[in-house]
């Protein structure tokens, strides 16, 4: 079966099968969140109830954390968070797992293939799985009042529900009739399972290895496992686990900002490569200078054909209909060897991919470039079989010069000129040992394929593709610097986290 094209061309690899999907995300308002409490309390027919003892030596917390530095220290701040609530509440010390210290294996940030292992460790002794992200934000008394309201010995999906709200090729068209009705969680606010549930998936998973040979959108793909095609429970939200934090019932919060450590990188950091094509030269080219070239500080279009009008150098890698590895090698090889060669950054995208730079320099302050860092949107390749994971290439992928010194000393390559970029330098880069570091900044997609209210709560770096929208609105309308921007910032400088 030939997976669905992505970034206008088909992969190759006979094997591969495509669940596109990317994130989506419904948001609940205060005035919704302390109805759906009040409602969400009179369940007790469907096994919730107020009556049901948890503390918190029954919660075994898990933090989706990453191995990359920052994120490693963010995770651990969070965990300390945790901690320090608990010995306030004079409680048991919980336990706070990190999920990059689980398992070393290349697919344990997919959470599937460690739930056996929760179930042997924690199936005596607790009662729930409470998944989140490094930036998520916990208030425990607040959390152990809502999961008080599920009885533990039940399956329980718990999350803050986020639903597509059109069909669309990310998701494979599934439930194209009423996309609406299939609900799945926003990691941001936190998530849980109910240990029976844990039991059963485990049950489940030793049967019947996990089929789908990509890994895409992660949450979608854990509610559709977990959902079973309506032999396991759909996901029940939970009105206290929020992303915006506006009401004091929110047991979870999740502050919008972009990360900022010290001062922006420099432009002159920062070396752009833009992927083209002389067919695309008088279409694509020309949008890009007219939104987000201009914030580049160096900035070189590679092609088939040298067009002094642009201009676009020619690698002499001729154009191919499908992947791009030889043209994408022939840039990182440039970039090393024969390019500016004090320039700490490299930043590779397609002709159709709006990128805010302004906001790029921001991120990457928080990364050590003398480190191997492989930056952007993750997915995943054959992990439940030991494969890889890769940075999607149309959302852009920003490589450390020393992450690409290292991929060039070893002898892995593409195997053809047209084979699928993006996935090669992921099983070149697994091979090295060097980890994806992961940011849902980055976006394969348009944002008319994200619900508004999943992108109300982040400060977006890049979208993909042309197809059917303006694209010059909108680069305009999402990415361009702002006053808003700049308010985000100074609100991200005066935030003092309670930690």
């Given at each position: 079966?030939?997976?669905?094209?992505?970034?206008?061309?088909?992969?190759?690899?006979?094997?591969?099968?495509?669940?596109?999907?990317?994130?989506?995300?419904?948001?609940?308002?205060?005035?919704?969140?302390?109805?759906?409490?009040?409602?969400?309390?009179?369940?007790?027919?469907?096994?919730?109830?107020?009556?049901?003892?948890?503390?918190?030596?029954?919660?075994?917390f898990v933090i989706q954390s990453q191995s990359n530095s920052f994120h490693a220290k963010k995770a651990e701040q969070?965990?300390?968070?945790?901690?320090?609530?608990?010995?306030?509440?004079?409680?048991?010390?919980?336990?706070?797992?990190?999920?990059?210290?689980?398992?070393?294996?290349?697919?344990?940030?997919?959470?599937?293939?460690?739930?056996?292992?929760?179930?042997?460790?924690?199936?005596?002794?607790?009662?729930?799985?409470?998944?989140?992200?490094?930036?998520?934000?916990?208030?425990?008394?607040?959390?152990?009042?809502?999961?008080?309201?599920?009885?533990?010995?039940?399956?329980?999906?718990?999350?803050?529900?986020?639903?597509?709200?059109?069909?669309?090729?990310?998701?494979?068209?599934?439930?194209?009739?009423?996309?609406?009705?299939?609900k799945y969680p926003d990691f941001a606010a936190g998530w849980a399972l109910s240990i029976p549930l844990v039991n059963?998936?485990?049950?489940?998973?030793?049967?019947?290895?996990?089929?789908?040979?990509?890994?895409?959108?992660?949450?979608?793909?854990?509610?559709?496992?977990?959902?079973?095609?309506?032999?396991?429970?759909?996901?029940?939200?939970?009105?206290?686990?929020?992303?915006?934090?506006?009401?004091?019932?929110?047991?979870?919060?999740?502050?919008?900002?972009?990360?900022?450590?010290?001062?922006?990188?420099?432009?002159?950091?920062?070396?752009?490569?833009?992927?083209?094509?002389?067919?695309?030269?008088?279409?694509?080219?020309?949008?890009?200078?007219?939104?987000?070239?201009?914030?580049?500080?160096?900035?070189?279009?590679?092609?088939?054909?040298?067009?002094?009008?642009?201009?676009?150098?020619?690698?002499?890698?001729?154009?191919?209909?499908?992947?791009?590895?030889?043209?994408?090698?022939?840039?990182?090889?440039?970039?090393?060897?024969?390019?500016?060669?004090?320039?700490?950054?490299?930043?590779?995208?397609?002709?159709?991919?709006?990128?805010?730079?302004?906001?790029?320099?921001?991120?990457?302050?928080?990364?050590?470039?003398?480190?191997?860092?492989?930056?952007?949107?993750?997915?995943?390749?054959?992990?439940?079989?030991?494969?890889?994971?890769?940075?999607?290439?149309?959302?852009?992928?920003?490589?450390?010069?020393?992450?690409?010194?290292?991929?060039?000393?070893?002898?892995?390559?593409?195997?053809?000129?047209?084979?699928?970029?993006?996935?090669?330098?992921?099983?070149?880069?697994?091979?090295?040992?060097?980890?994806?570091?992961?940011?849902?900044?980055?976006?394969?997609?348009?944002?008319?394929?994200?619900?508004?209210?999943?992108?109300?709560?982040?400060?977006?770096?890049?979208?993909?593709?042309?197809?059917?929208?303006?694209?010059?609105?909108?680069?305009?309308?999402?990415?361009?610097?702002?006053?808003?921007?700049?308010?985000?910032?100074?609100?991200?400088?005066?935030?003092?986290?309670?930690?």
């Amino acid at each position: 079966m030939r997976p669905p094209a992505r970034r206008g061309r088909r992969l190759t690899l006979p094997a591969l099968l495509s669940l596109l999907t990317c994130s989506l995300a419904f948001a609940l308002v205060s005035k919704d969140v302390k109805k759906e409490v009040k409602q969400s309390k009179n369940l007790e027919k469907s096994g919730i109830s107020e009556k049901n003892d948890v503390d918190l030596k029954g919660i075994a917390f898990v933090i989706q954390s990453q191995s990359n530095s920052f994120h490693a220290k963010k995770a651990e701040q969070l965990k300390q968070s945790i901690l320090k609530q608990a010995a306030d509440l004079t409680q048991e010390v919980p336990r706070v797992l990190l999920l990059h210290q689980l398992a070393q294996q290349e697919g344990a940030w997919t959470i599937l293939p460690l739930l056996p292992h929760f179930s042997v460790t924690y199936s005596r002794n607790s009662s729930w799985i409470f998944f989140c992200e490094e930036e998520t934000r916990i208030q425990i008394p607040q959390l152990l009042q809502a999961l008080r309201r599920y009885d533990p010995s039940k399956e329980w999906f718990l999350g803050k529900a986020l639903h597509d709200e059109e069909s669309t090729i990310i998701h494979h068209y599934a439930f194209s009739e009423n996309p609406t009705v299939f609900k799945y969680p926003d990691f941001a606010a936190g998530w849980a399972l109910s240990i029976p549930l844990v039991n059963k998936l485990t049950k489940r998973l030793k049967s019947e290895s996990l089929k789908s040979d990509f890994t895409i959108d992660l949450k979608y793909e854990i509610a559709l496992y977990i959902w079973d095609r309506g032999d396991g429970p759909p996901l029940t939200p939970v009105p206290e686990f929020c992303t915006d934090g506006v009401d004091s019932s929110c047991a979870t919060a999740f502050h919008s900002f972009l990360p900022l450590c010290g001062n922006p990188v420099k432009k002159k950091d920062i070396f752009v490569a833009v992927k083209t094509c002389k067919k695309f030269h008088g279409d694509r080219i020309p949008i890009v200078k007219q939104t987000w070239a201009g914030q580049a500080g160096h900035i070189e279009y590679y092609s088939d054909y040298a067009d002094s009008s642009v201009p676009t150098v020619d690698l002499g890698i001729p154009n191919t209909e499908r992947g791009h590895c030889g043209k994408t090698f022939a840039i990182l090889e440039r970039f090393l060897n024969h390019s500016y060669d004090k320039i700490a950054w490299l930043v590779i995208v397609d002709d159709d991919t709006l990128i805010s730079i302004s906001r790029l320099q921001h991120l990457l302050s928080c990364y050590d470039a003398s480190e191997p860092v492989f930056l952007g949107e993750r997915y995943g390749y054959g992990l439940g079989t030991g494969g890889y994971s890769y940075v999607t290439g149309g959302g852009g992928m920003v490589f450390s010069r020393e992450a690409i010194r290292r991929l060039l000393a070893s002898k892995c390559r593409c195997y053809s000129n047209d084979a699928p970029d993006d996935m090669v330098l992921g099983m070149c880069f697994s091979g090295l040992g060097v980890p994806v570091t992961h940011s849902p900044l980055f976006h394969q997609a348009r944002p008319v394929d994200y619900p508004k209210d999943y992108l109300s709560h982040q400060v977006p770096i890049s979208f993909h593709k042309h197809w059917n929208i303006d694209p010059v609105k909108v680069y305009f309308t999402w990415l361009a610097p702002s006053e808003e921007d700049r308010a985000r910032q100074e609100t991200r400088e005066g935030f003092k986290e309670e930690l």
